[in-house]
C-alpha cells in the first residue's frame, strides 16, 4: 500500500502559478503511475493530468494542457504539478492519485486533497 499527500494549494489571483506537491510512503514509489484530479464543489470529479512511472510520458486534457506541467523526482518520493496562468475555473480540490498497473486508471490510492482558491 502507499500514502500520498498533497501540498500547495491556496488562494492566487488570476493569471498566477502555483506548484502542488504529492509526496508518497509506503511502496518504492517509482512502481506507480500518478494522476492528478480535481473537483468543484457540486461538480464531477475531472481527471487533469498523469505520468508514467518513469516519467517519460505525460498525459493532459485541452483545458490544462500549455499551462500545467507534471513532472516527478523518483528520488524525493515525489511528483510536482506547475500550475501557470491560472483561471478562476481552476478553482476546485486537486487530488494526487496512485496506481501500480494502468496510468489509464482506474487508481487504487488517493490523497486527501488540497484547496486551490482562483480569484479573479
Known amino acids: 500500500q502507499v500514502q500520498l499527500v498533497e501540498s500547495g494549494g491556496g488562494l492566487v489571483q488570476a493569471g498566477g502559478s502555483l506548484r502542488l506537491s504529492c509526496t508518497a510512503s509506503?511502496?518504492?514509489?517509482?512502481?506507480?503511475?500518478i494522476a492528478w484530479y480535481r473537483q468543484a464543489p457540486g461538480k464531477e470529479r475531472e481527471f487533469l493530468t498523469a505520468?508514467?512511472?518513469?516519467?517519460?510520458?505525460?498525459y493532459y486534457p485541452n483545458s490544462v494542457k500549455g499551462r500545467f506541467t507534471l513532472s516527478r523526482d523518483n528520488a524525493k518520493n515525489t511528483v510536482y504539478l506547475q500550475m501557470n496562468s491560472l483561471k478562476p475555473e481552476d478553482t476546485a480540490v486537486y487530488y494526487c492519485?496512485?496506481?501500480?498497473?494502468?496510468?489509464?486508471?482506474?487508481?487504487?490510492?488517493w490523497g486527501q486533497g488540497t484547496q486551490v482558491t482562483v480569484s479573479e
Open positions: 492519485a496512485a496506481d501500480l498497473f494502468r496510468v489509464a486508471g482506474p487508481y487504487d490510492y
Open positions: 509506503g511502496r518504492t514509489f517509482s512502481t506507480y503511475h
Open positions: 505520468i508514467s512511472r518513469s516519467g517519460d510520458r505525460t
